[in-house]
């Protein structure tokens, strides 16, 4: 795990929190942005998206990846989450969870990087972490393993 931001990465954190601001959390009040650097330089953004049935909500995450797909985008560099109480600071770290990690995998490498922050009021980075893949999923399934 690193803690050291490049300016890229303070830019896709605040692309997350810019992000966050979209989500659609009227159940859980927690509030959820993803900002996806594309290979190409490209920066897609995602929030949470819930619903009344509560297992087709879409995380953040897989909204942003589902969307870079859509837009013919398939290799990453890395992914910033931010998140936290809806209309509060994402003051806590906001890993991704087991479904969107497998989801990310399918089309990240072990070194794919994710970028978490913790957030004052003011929206201002406080502290840091860059995860790799393979931290966060070790010994994972992907789609090698079919080949």
């Known amino acids: 795990m690193k803690n050291t931001l490049t300016k890229e ?4 954190l605040r692309a997350s929190l810019e992000a966050r601001m979209h989500s659609y959390a009227p159940y859980s009040h927690f509030a959820v942005g993803a900002a996806l650097l594309c290979e190409d330089g490209t920066v897609i953004k995602g929030c949470n998206v819930e619903n009344a049935s509560y297992p087709v909500g ?3 995450e897989r909204n942003a990846m589902s969307h870079a797909v859509f837009e013919g985008r398939t290799k990453f560099k890395a992914i910033a989450i931010t998140g936290g109480p809806a209309g509060k600071a994402a003051a ?3 890993a991704p969870c087991g479904m969107c990690r497998q989801f990310m995998r399918e089309f990240c490498g072990k070194d794919f990087e994710i970028v978490l922050a913790k957030c004052n009021e003011a929206g201002e980075i406080t502290e840091a972490r860059i995860h790799t893949m393979e931290e966060i999923l070790p010994d994972s399934f992907g789609p090698e393993n079919l080949s």
């Open 9 to 12: 990465y303070k830019e896709l």
């Open 58 to 60: 879409i995380c953040a």
């Open 92 to 94: 806590d770290f906001c």
